[in-house]
């Protein structure tokens, strides 16, 4: 679902169905799609614009231990 979803942003540039991937995978605990949709909710793409929810999916994904994760919460953060 991650994958699908990479796909969607990546190459498509079709972020609302990205979005929508990312959202399903991060359900199921991926903690890849945690902090990519934390990147759609911190972008606006594909979402509302909404840092505070960015931040969130970037924490939970950075507790799972998901180094990224931790870059972009601590990049946010400043």
């Not at 991650?2 to 991060?26: C, I, R, T």
Request: aromatic residues 12%.
């Amino acid at each position: 679902m991650n994958s699908l979803g990479s796909l969607f942003y990546n190459d498509n540039k079709d972020y609302v169905q990205a979005a929508e991937w990312f959202k399903k995978a991060a359900v199921k605990g991926c903690t890849r799609a945690l902090n990519n949709l934390g990147i759609c909710f911190e972008l606006g793409q594909g979402v509302e614009l909404d840092r505070d929810q960015a931040m969130q999916l970037y924490k939970e994904s950075a507790v799972k231990g998901y180094v990224p994760g931790k870059f972009n919460l601590g990049y946010l953060e400043l």
